[in-house]
Every structure is written in structure tokens, then in C-alpha cells.
């Protein structure tokens, strides 16, 4: 996996664990404007970043467009990444 791989794959979990942890905020205060705001910044976020990673490192979801064969399944599973240490 390239370090530019690795950065994106990084960004895009952060960005998908911030996108989840608002939408559980937003489960029990769904009149709050601001955090609504911010759920769509994070969810334009994490579509942008998904597309630009799928273009250049083929699909990081089961349910995305693949080109032959299969490409799904060519990418390590996120427990076979050696992620860098803190």
C-alpha cells in the first residue's frame, strides 16, 4: 500500500467516523441546524474522497462500481493493514 494510499485511506475513516458519530447526535436532536450543517459537510466529504480513492485504488465499498474482474477483493482488508503508529 503507497503512503498516498495509506493518507486517503486514513482521511476517509476519520471523515466516515465523524459522519457517524453525527448522525447518532443527530438520532436524538434532529432540530439542531448546526449539526445538520455539519453532517452534510462531512457527508460531501466522505462522497468526494470515496470517488477520488475508487478512481485511483479501485472500490473501497462491496456495493461500488467495479471494472473485470471483480476488483473488490484485490484491496487488503482493514485488518491485514499495518497502519503507522500515533
Known sequence: MS???MKMLKELMEISFCLLDI???LDTHPNDEKALRLHNTFA???QELEKQYSMEYGPIKSTSLSKYPWE???EPWPWEIDY???
Open 3 to 5: 503512503p498516498n494510499q
Open 23 to 25: 448522525t447518532l447526535f
Open 44 to 46: 460531501l466529504q466522505c
Open 72 to 74: 473488490y477483493i484485490n
Open 84 to 86: 503507522p503508529k500515533c
